[in-house]
């Protein structure tokens, strides 16, 4: 199924900038436009349980996600000379890009750029997952990804990481200081 006015309709995003929609504009475009199948798949996208799904485009996503996540821990575990292995999830496939971008991330200092980092590697899934043609439904369900990300980043308040920085410094002066 092909979506033409919906994709059009939607505004370019930027991870950069602020969206020029908001979650629950594009989700009410969504609901629409989108056939079951692929509405179904966008809310499993959303859903804060791993609900299990037969979509394509989710599965992927997930598998990625975790592969990931499990670069994270990895190299976390590294850093504390630990064995990650009972923090890894299962994951179908491998891609040795991710685990690149992962090590690359975290030889960021600023735990801000890390995090940046990541959301770029995040950004970049979701794009290649869309495929070729903007007028699909993974297209649609990687901007919504796409849409998730940028918010999250429009929505950082550097006055409130600050007060709650601060807050944590003054619980624990000790590990502060080491």
Same mark, same amino acid.
């Given at each position: 199924? &092909?979506?033409?006015? +919906?994709?059009?309709? =939607?505004?370019?995003?930027?991870?950069?900038?602020?969206?020029?929609?908001?979650?629950?504009?594009?989700?009410?475009?969504? $609901?629409?436009? =989108?056939?079951?199948?692929? &509405? #179904?798949? =966008?809310? %499993? =996208?959303?859903?804060?349980?791993?609900?299990?799904?037969?979509?394509?485009? @989710? /599965?992927?996503?997930? $598998?990625?996600?975790?592969?990931?996540?499990?670069?994270?821990?990895?190299?976390?575990?590294?850093?504390?000379? +630990?064995?990650?292995?009972?923090?890894?999830?299962?994951?179908?496939?491998?891609?040795?890009? @991710?685990?690149?971008? @992962?090590? $690359?991330?975290?030889?960021?200092?600023?735990?801000?750029?890390?995090? /940046? %980092?990541?959301? /770029?590697?995040?950004?970049? *899934?979701?794009?290649?997952?869309?495929?070729?043609?903007?007028? #699909?439904?993974?297209?649609?369900?990687?901007?919504?990804?796409?849409?998730?990300?940028?918010?999250?980043?429009?929505?950082? $308040?550097?006055?409130?990481?600050?007060?709650?920085?601060?807050?944590? @410094?003054?619980?624990?002066?000790?590990? %502060? *200081?080491?």
């Amino acid at each position: 199924m &092909s979506y033409y006015y +919906l994709a059009a309709s =939607l505004p370019m995003l930027s991870l950069d900038g602020e969206p020029p929609i908001s979650l629950e504009d594009f989700l009410n475009r969504c $609901d629409e436009h =989108l056939s079951k199948k692929d &509405s #179904t798949a =966008l809310d %499993a =996208l959303f859903s804060k349980h791993d609900t299990a799904s037969r979509h394509t485009f @989710v /599965r992927a996503w997930r $598998d990625r996600e975790t592969q990931l996540r499990n670069a994270i821990v990895r190299v976390r575990a590294q850093r504390q000379s +630990l064995d990650p292995a009972s923090f890894l999830h299962h994951q179908d496939g491998f891609d040795s890009s @991710v685990e690149k971008a @992962v090590a $690359d991330a975290f030889s960021r200092a600023n735990p801000l750029e890390r995090e /940046r %980092a990541l959301d /770029r590697v995040r950004w970049a *899934t979701a794009e290649e997952l869309s495929g070729f043609d903007p007028f #699909t439904g993974s297209a649609i369900l990687a901007y919504a990804l796409k849409l998730n990300i940028a918010l999250r980043w429009a929505s950082q $308040d550097s006055a409130a990481g600050l007060q709650q920085a601060q807050t944590l @410094v003054a619980r624990n002066p000790q590990e %502060a *200081t080491s």
